[in-house]
Nanobody, 126 residues
């Protein structure tokens, strides 16, 4: 059974940094993508970054491009999201999700990701 666990959220001041982790287990597919999504209060969940299993695809939304960096540690089956220069509008619950597919790995449709973590809260405030 697939298990995704996010960690690393917290309270940070504007301009600060956090690194989120997504530890994945319970699957053996060679072709997959891990996406990072976030949902702010009263807003729809949005995709902000994604990395495919062989790093051939790395995606950032315009809202985080240049500030966030996605990476992976295959030995630990963990994907990271380094978030720098955080802004109050980055405040949200952050989720990672798994998509296993031979094609179209990093896609925007939420329902293309069957497996989700429980989320971690990120609050950017002074």
């Amino acid at each position: 059974q697939v298990h995704l666990v996010e960690s690393g959220g917290g309270l940070v001041q504007p301009g600060g940094s956090l690194r989120l982790s997504c530890a994945a287990s319970g699957f053996t597919s060679a072709y997959y993508a891990i996406g990072w999504f976030r949902q702010a209060p009263g807003k729809a969940r949005e995709g902000i970054s994604c990395i495919s299993s062989r790093d051939e695809i790395i995606y950032y939304s315009d809202s985080v491009k240049g500030r966030f960096t996605i990476s992976r540690d295959n030995a630990k089956n963990t994907v990271y999201l380094q978030m720098n220069n955080l802004k109050p509008e980055d405040t949200a619950v952050y989720y990672c999700a798994l998509r296993r597919s031979l094609v179209r790995l990093c896609v925007s449709e939420l329902n293309a990701y069957p497996d989700w973590g429980q989320g971690t809260q990120v609050t950017v405030s002074s």
